[in-house]
C-alpha cells in the first residue's frame, strides 16, 4: 500500500471523527460509487461499523448492477443497509427533466430519508458524498436539495478532491475504488424530454448487455429510437472492429432501440445539463 494514501486516509478519518463528535447514529445517502463509499468507510472507521447506516435509495432509475454492487461495497465495509424506496418519477417536476431533475430527484431521497429512516433508525444526522470538485461544478443541483434538508458534507469540509477520493478508496481497499463514475439512468435522457421507466429500462438493457461484451465505462444516450453510444477513446477502435461491431448492434436493438451510434466525442460527463445551463436545448 502507498503509505501517502495510507496518511492521507488516517487524516481523512481523523477529521470526519471531529466534524461527527456530537453524531451518535449517522445516515450516508449510499449510492456504491467511490464518493459515497469513502465517506461511509470513513464514518465507519470514525464512529464505529454499528453507528453508522448505509441508506440506498431504489427507483427505476438505479441500475440492479448499481443496487448489487453498492450492497457488496457495504458488505466489505461492515455497515448495515437501509434501502428505501423512492418516487420521485411520479414528481411532473422530475418527468419534464429540465436541469433542475437532479434536484427533485435529491429532495425526494432526503425527503423519504427524514419521513421514514431517521426515527425508525435513531439516526442523529445524515450525510452525503458531495466532494470538492463538485462544489466548483455548475450541474449538480442536487446539491441545493442536500443544502435545503440540512444534510452534511463531510468529504467537502475535510477538504477532499475526487482524486484524494480515490486514493482514500485505493487505501481501504475498497472494490469500488477504480470504479468508473456510473450517473444514474436519468442522466442518459437529455433534458426536456419526459423521463419515463420505458426509458428507463432501455437504457439498463443496453448497458448491462454491453458491460457483458467487456466496455465498463460507458453511457448510452436516449434519443427516442436512436441510442448513442460514449465510450473511452481507447475502446472506439475496438468497438466498430467485427465481430464486436454486429454484437454491440444486437445487444443495444435487442434492448429496444432501432438504430444505435457511435459518439466520437467519447464519454462527456454531464453533457445534457452543461447545454441546457449555457442556453441550448439538448438533445437538439
Same mark, same amino acid.
Given at each position: ?16 471523527? $471531529? ?6 447514529? =449517522? ?127 463531510? =468529504? ?34 437529455? $433534458? ?29 444516450? $436516449? ?5 448513442? =453510444? ?18 454491440? $448492434? ?35
Amino acid at each position: 500500500m502507498n503509505p501517502f494514501e495510507q496518511d492521507e486516509a488516517g487524516r481523512a478519518v481523523t477529521d470526519v471523527e $471531529h466534524q461527527l463528535a456530537t453524531v451518535h447514529r =449517522l445516515g450516508v445517502a449510499f449510492s456504491g460509487g467511490v464518493d459515497s463509499s469513502v465517506l461511509l468507510a470513513l464514518a465507519a472507521r470514525a464512529l464505529g461499523p454499528g453507528r453508522v447506516l448505509a441508506i440506498l435509495g431504489v427507483s427505476p432509475s438505479l441500475a440492479a448492477d448499481e443496487r448489487a454492487a453498492a450492497h457488496a461495497v457495504a458488505r466489505h465495509i461492515g455497515v448495515a443497509v437501509a434501502e428505501l424506496r423512492t418516487y420521485e418519477g411520479d414528481r411532473p417536476a422530475y418527468q419534464a427533466n429540465g436541469p433542475d431533475r437532479c434536484f427533485h430527484c435529491k429532495d425526494e431521497l432526503f425527503t423519504r430519508i427524514g419521513d421514514e429512516v431517521v426515527v425508525a433508525h435513531g439516526l442523529d444526522a445524515i450525510a452525503y458524498g458531495e466532494n470538492t470538485d463538485d462544489v466548483r461544478r455548475n450541474d449538480r443541483p442536487g446539491a441545493q436539495a442536500a443544502l435545503a434538508h440540512r444534510v452534511l458534507t463531510p =468529504l467537502v469540509t475535510a477538504g477532499l478532491d475526487k482524486a484524494a477520493v480515490r486514493r482514500i478508496a485505493r487505501a481501504f481497499a475498497l472494490p469500488c475504488a477504480d470504479k468508473p463514475a456510473a450517473p444514474c439512468l436519468a442522466s442518459r435522457i437529455p $433534458h426536456f424530454s419526459i423521463v419515463s421507466p420505458l426509458k428507463l429500462s432501455q437504457v439498463e438493457r443496453a448497458e448491462a448487455a454491453l458491460r457483458r461484451l467487456g466496455f465498463q465505462d460507458l453511457r448510452v444516450r $436516449h434519443h427516442g429510437d436512436i441510442a448513442r =453510444l460514449e465510450l473511452p477513446a481507447a475502446d472506439v477502435a475496438r468497438a466498430v472492429a467485427d465481430p464486436l461491431r454486429s454484437q454491440i $448492434h444486437a445487444a443495444v436493438t435487442g434492448a429496444g432501440f432501432q438504430f444505435v451510434t457511435l459518439d466520437l466525442g467519447g464519454i462527456q460527463s454531464g453533457a445534457f445539463t452543461h447545454a441546457a445551463i449555457s442556453g441550448a436545448v439538448a438533445g437538439e
